[in-house]
């Protein structure tokens, strides 16, 4: 039988909800890959982060990095997209030009690295300068940051995704689509956070109708105010119902990535698993039909 073009949404799992806090061989990789299939998810995210071992994937050389996609291919899992949120710690809008360096830095090769590993959407967080005092061009510095990447992004065939995010500055859908707009290209898109929608308080309706046509993929979360992270699913304060309707009239098709940080509990994929099945209800009530792969 033909598949439909427009079949549904896949669900994939942010690679903190899984266990591998230490991957290094191709056996490391093998054994945390094969929880992505397992959990009933059709694709994983990576990270690169804050720490010093994810953040270091990005210096990893051409072995290492067809290692990783060997690994996803025999697992027969999907690494859909890599979460640049070093970016926290590097700030493009830095008041200090050799971070603002660094930060263009990270972002080139935030994109080679995902065109390396056949990941097709680089999440760009939404941060300025997160730990300094904002400054009167932190807002600009980030633009040009974005707006100078695009060149690079076509070149490898990469979208980048930016992401609303907890505190003051990219912090809604709204103010994310500003840069898309300036950008007037499809290598700039939003990849909205329903979560922090809802721990920043905005109204679900407004937000994601302002992405509407933009959203490369999406993150879903619970969240409290003041808890953008770790608050169990169904136990926060996201109106999933709500959130899902909105995307059903809109005829929302996509990625939909679960973002989970279970630190290496035993119970990580059985936590994973009562995720996806709670996202699967909310979705089936609105009428969204899941597919369990990306292809």
Not at 265 to 278: G, L, T
Request: aromatic share 6%; charged share 30%; hydrophobic share 40%.
């Amino acid at each position: 039988m033909t598949e439909s073009l427009s079949d549904g949404v896949a669900l994939g799992i942010y690679e903190k909800a899984l266990v591998g806090n230490q991957l290094e061989t191709d056996d490391d990789w093998r054994r945390f890959l094969t929880q992505v299939p397992e959990a009933g998810f059709g694709f994983v995210d990576l990270s690169v982060d804050e720490t010093e071992g994810r953040a270091a994937r990005l210096e990893w050389d051409q072995d290492r990095r067809r290692m990783v996609r060997r690994c996803a291919e025999e697992t027969e899992t999907t690494i859909g997209g890599i979460c640049l949120s070093v970016h926290r710690r590097i700030g493009p809008g830095s008041a200090d030009p050799a971070v603002r360096q660094r930060a263009r830095d990270v972002l080139a090769e935030g994109l080679h690295l995902c065109h390396d590993l056949g990941a097709s959407v680089l999440q760009v967080a939404g941060y300025y300068c997160y730990y300094e005092q904002m400054n009167d061009h932190a807002e600009q510095w980030y633009t040009d940051l974005l707006l100078d990447a695009i060149p690079m992004a076509a070149r490898l065939g990469v979208v980048m995704g930016i992401e609303n995010v907890d505190g003051t500055d990219v912090n809604s859908i709204r103010k994310a689509m500003e840069f898309v707009k300036l950008a007037h290209s499809p290598y700039l898109q939003v990849y909205p956070d329903i979560g922090n929608i809802a721990e920043r308080q905005l109204d679900a309706s407004i937000e994601l109708e302002a992405g509407r046509g933009h959203m490369v993929a999406i993150h879903v979360k619970d969240v409290r105010p003041g808890e953008p992270r770790r608050v169990p699913m169904g136990e926060g304060t996201v109106d999933w119902d709500d959130a899902f309707a909105i995307l059903a009239r809109q005829g929302w098709r996509g990625r939909m990535m679960i973002e989970m940080w279970n630190d290496d509990a035993p119970d990580s994929n059985d936590r994973s698993v009562s995720a996806r099945e709670f996202i699967e209800g909310r979705l089936r009530s609105a009428g969204i039909p899941i597919r369990r792969a990306l292809a």
